[in-house]
């Protein structure tokens, strides 16, 4: 800001000299006649404080409100912004969570021996109502999608020659009572089912007919509790009006049939039929005839669009209190003493709660890191504010101004830019950052809470307003001599502030040495989010005090260099405060911050490579629609001249191979049987580091391929998993699969392998087995997935293309995990930001003593040329250790904080195999370690030369002028 007003810039008088005699106070002047000729004159009116400042500095004024507009609204929009992914979280889970899954199932046994008349219809309507009813917000369900009836808890099997038999299994019924079948239904056939008791009706969905055989008139017959079989005649054929909606989905099996495989004790394996009848309302007491031990039933499916991220650990406690505590309670007053809830809900909204709590912890570190970044801008802001009127205040005083008198005036001043800038922040928040749309919100501030961003705002203008006057009072407790020395050299750090900067460094180690001691389990205390911030301090501290002596020494041996430039630019940058401790730590925060969320970052995307690589094994994987579909001849090496590829390996891959046993009394188990060549499938797994083996261990044994047909004797070297190995044991086990009867023994254990993506697996030479088809075709390399499906297409049309890319592309649909990244991605451009302001401020802060520096030495004779490169060279030094030390701290705040990191639940929507992210851990990442650094540097050295390209302009006589106190 300008200095002060004219009538208080008189010059002080000097020490020692004598006082000069006061002239006698002037007789009161006699009021000139006004001009309305009233005989006095208005008074001189004296325009505010507040109001000349402002006018007399508002290229000041304008840039600290810009500064606290843009912290305001980052601060304001940061709990928007989270409040409003976490709600979208809470509410995608709900929507994608499978209907069976979220679906609230309240059911009863049903007996048999009462009377059943008043059991059904209208009754159980009223009692859907009632139980709706006693759901405790904030678990809200869907009207339209909610059904009731009867239910057979076992499938039955019917009885009839005529319905298909694969395996000569008979089909498996469910009979189901649903209500509101025509309203959920097309009727394609027939006409709906009505019937009584003693001859109940049925209908069947359309697939159900067509997999079945079941037309109208067909009579299901199921198994009787009086030993005689109920028969069902079907008297119409339906089409589900939705069939992806929770009614059809519950049960999928009401709208579609299936085919169930059905281990036998000898390990064999069976197909067989299962259905479903949609008995009528009015036949459904027919249901207690037979023997699927009936029971009523409420289907409430749960509805999150009004759900907000506040509502989690309500809904929890209402999920719990339904399964298990008073609402239960109701329940059964309603629908008798054995009635039971089931809801697989909680499990999904714990896995979201399991999900937040992970990643909030790093979304912490963001906010800790960005948000002390800001402070310390903010305090840079004030600190140039108060250099630039370093002369004014010490003149105000020096003439008695008393520090309260002080400190009101210039919190009067800052509060009138800050205030209307930190509410116009907190508008544009409100404004930009609304939330997913909410029924009853409202639409102008959306649904997120408005409390912690207007308390957020309000701590940035209060950090803003008092930044100055409480710098200002501090400064000028006592008169200060004008014209001091700012340098190293006399004025060296306070005892005080010694104290302060050695506390604040006892209290961040003694922070970080606790968190290290008691681990990263517990983050309630945010200890672990504000380690970053606390090294960053740590690193600062350590680096104003110790950046002054290298460049001592360097300037020893800079005194032989030819001309003054080099040994006066680093003697300068070694004595010179300008960059302090505020600036210093700024860039250091900001580093530390970046480099740690860059780490964080990659580590997710490391995370996300390994699954994806884990899935498919490769770059890219062709397999067949169905199991067991051989290659097409030539599709190898048409997939091998794909431009991009450098190696399509061929495997043999047979699912669900029934394991032997050394011991009967083991349960059946079965395991994927892949047959590779072990030279190119070795290079595969190692290049991938997905079980890598040497390929010696799969040595051929030298006899395969038909002739080998009934040779058991055999026996092949194998990979195994370590379940399949410590079931298969030591000895060769004999195996009967479809590539061949032979013996196998286990010669190393592995804990993945690229061709299938599962637990266990058993991995043998393709050149020993008896049958070779092979099914699987892995792609190394870098290829584009249009060209591949070109290749495979122009070979056949039932093999499908899956690539590594697409499957990473599956983990990213949290809207949790994306927001959070979002967000973090967003804090480290935001400190990025902060940093170049940090820059600015300081070389700003230095410029008029720079620009005097430098006209007095032009008037020495320093070229222009040399003035530039002298300002350019002092810079670069304090830039250069701010980003070493800010290296250096990120990269000491990652192991630090890598046992608190998961990343399993950063990178994965769902818990995946907990054996596809061994050795992926956090770790510190080169490019955002290097690049924020060299950045620094950079940008320090153009703003630098910029600053001085525009000093080297000026003319030197305005800063030379008499009596010029720089």
Known sequence: MSDAPDEESRPMQSAGESPAPRPAPAAPATPAPAPDGSGTAPARIVAPWVRTRLRAAPGAAAGLALLVFVTSLLAAALPRAMDAYETEGIRHALRTAPAHVAVVDISSPLDVAQKPAGLYGPDLGKRQEELRRLLPPPLLTVPEQSAYGIRTTQRLLASDAWLPQPDHLLPAFTLASPSDLGRHAVLRAGRLPAGEPEEPEAAVSAETAKALNIKVGSVVHVPGISGSPVGFTVTGIVEPREPGKSYWSVDPVLRSPMIKTILAPDGSAYRQWQGALLVSPDSAPGLTATTGLPETY??????GDRLTARDIEPLAGALDSTAGGPVLLKIRESVGENGRMATGLDDVVAATVSTRDAISPVVAVAVFGIGAVAVVVIAMTGGLFLSRREVELTLLRARGASLPGLGGRLLGETVAVVAPAALLGLAAAVALVRGPKTPGASALLGSAPLLPSVLAALLVALVAALVLPVRAMLRHRRPRLHGAREDMVDAKPSRRRTVVELTLLVLAAGAIGSLRLRGTSDSGDHLVSAAPVLVGVIAAFVLVRVQPLPLRWLARPARRMRGAVGPLAIARAARSSATGVLPLLALVLALTTAAFGGSVLAGVADARDRVALLAIGADARIEGSSEGVPLPDGLAEAVGGVKGVRQA?????????????????DQPMSAP???????????LARRGDIGAFPAGLLASIGKGGPEAVGDTDRVLPAIASPKVAARLGDQPMLV?????????????????????????????????????????????????????????????????????AEQRGTYVDSPLQSGAERLYSAAIGAGAAYAIVAVLLSLTQSGPERATLLSRLRTMGLTRRQGRRLLGLEALPPAVFAALGGALAGWATVPLLAPG?????????????????????????LGSLVVPAVAVVVLTAVAAGVQAWWTGRKSSVKELRAGDAR
């Open 298 to 303: 409420w289907l409430f499916p749960p509805t």
């Open 649 to 665: 390996l061929p495997l043999q891959v047979e699912y669900g191979l029934a394991l032997p046993s050394p011991n009967p009394a």
């Open 673 to 683: 049987l892949v047959a590779v060549e072990p030279t190119a499938y070795a290079r």
């Open 736 to 804: 009967n699969a479809a590539a061949g009867a032979f013996r196998v023994k286990v010669v190393a254990v592995r804990t993945a392998t690229p061709a299938v993506h599962g637990a266990e697996f058993l991995v043998v030479n393709a050149a020993d087995v008896t049958n070779r088809r092979q099914t699987v075709l892995l792609v190394d390399g870098a290829a584009d997935g249009k060209a591949l499906r070109a290749a495979v297409t122009a070979k056949t049309r039932d093999f499908a293309v899956t690539l590594r």
């Open 901 to 925: 990191v998961d990343l399993q639940r950063l990178a994965l929507p769902t818990a995946e195999n907990s054996a596809a992210l061994t050795g992926v851990a956090l770790r510190p990442d």
